[in-house]
């Protein structure tokens, strides 16, 4: 057996935002190594037939804000409920993160940094010059990022990212796989924690 975790997910997924810290710590206390793979979760949505949040019933949507005050506190994560750059466009800075996982980046912080610039700090990263200004702070610079991010090769791998989750049941973000197991939801990462530990 592996102890090799797959993690998709996709950067505005509130429930990836609270997932992340908590998955950079499993990886640190296993010695986990993470496939990192952002996808594309409207293609997922759109194939599984799962409705987009402002598209969901009223009560649905409600339960959702209602949940996520309380996963916040919960895990002392800040997370505005209703944030200005949400829905957001987050194909760029997908690609942006595959882009640095071929350039041998750290990409855990990178990631972090994506989904805490739409739920903390109101920033839009469908901008441009608001991913230069992320990639930065990460000591991930070049004159080319936004180029880089747009070649074809890129284009191909998040294009495979999410065909491989579409082909493995991946239905929300954040979804791991581990051992082949699904794990649905940042509310699993206990069972997922316990599996590893099975290992």
């Not at 037939?49 to 959702?64: E, I």
């Not at 466009?89 to 690609?95: E, F, I, K, T, V």
């Not at 509310?187 to 997922?192: A, E, G, K, S, Y």
């Amino acid at each position: 057996m592996t102890n090799t975790l797959d993690y998709y997910f996709a950067t505005p997924s509130p429930w990836a935002y609270l997932a992340t810290p908590r998955v950079i710590e499993l990886k640190n206390k296993y010695n986990l190594k993470i496939n990192w793979k952002p996808s594309d979760l409207m293609e997922i949505f759109a194939v599984h037939g799962v409705a987009a949040v402002k598209d969901r019933p009223q009560p649905v949507q409600l339960n959702r804000l209602t949940e996520l005050k309380r996963w916040s506190k919960f895990l002392n994560i800040p997370l505005t409920l209703q944030p200005k750059f949400f829905p957001v466009d987050p194909s760029l800075s997908h690609r942006t993160i595959i882009l640095a996982q071929k350039s041998s980046i750290n990409v855990e912080n990178l990631i972090f940094s994506f989904q805490k610039a739409v739920w903390a700090d109101e920033k839009d990263i469908s901008d441009e010059n608001t991913i230069i200004e992320i990639c930065k702070s990460n000591n991930f610079e070049s004159s080319s990022i936004i180029e880089d991010a747009s070649s074809e090769d890129i284009i191909s791998e998040y294009k495979k990212n999410t065909k491989e989750a579409l082909s493995r049941n991946v239905w929300g973000s954040p979804t791991f796989i581990y051992n082949n197991e699904l794990f649905w939801g940042q509310d699993r990462i206990d069972f997922l924690e316990r599996a590893i530990q099975n290992n």
